[in-house]
């Protein structure tokens, strides 16, 4: 880390491959799964969100101090969707995106233990 076009065309030539889609796989499940969570903490705090927009759960999740930024939400939820519909001639989109999940590690990690609380 970080990745550069060059290795992510290296990746893509070699055996490596199935872990850069191992890496979109994941990270599409744990931006689903994020969102589910936050649903259910909400849910369990007494919040009805079962017709809530993401935003309106990210207003209300905001309220809880959860420490979830908005705008980090959907640039992520964009990270998310520029990896795995990316195409393999776009290698520079694609380190970019890995090097900016890679990066975004401890505030995934961080919000997971606010909602464990």
């Known amino acids: 880390m970080p990745l550069n076009a060059n290795k992510v065309r290296e990746i893509l030539q070699g055996d490596l491959v199935a872990y850069l889609e191992q890496i979109a796989y994941r990270f599409s499940k744990v931006q689903d799964n994020l969102g589910k969570l936050v649903r259910l903490y909400l849910s369990i705090k007494g919040e009805n969100v079962d017709n ?18 908005k705008i980090k939400w959907f640039e992520l939820r964009e990270l998310r969707n520029t990896i795995v519909h990316e195409y393999e001639d776009r290698t520079e989109n694609i380190a970019h995106a890995i090097n900016k999940i890679h990066d975004q590690l401890p505030y995934l990690e961080n919000l997971l233990k606010r909602l464990k609380l």
């Open 52 to 69: 809530l927009t993401m935003i309106d759960v990210l207003n209300l999740a905001e309220r809880y101090q959860l420490g979830i930024d």
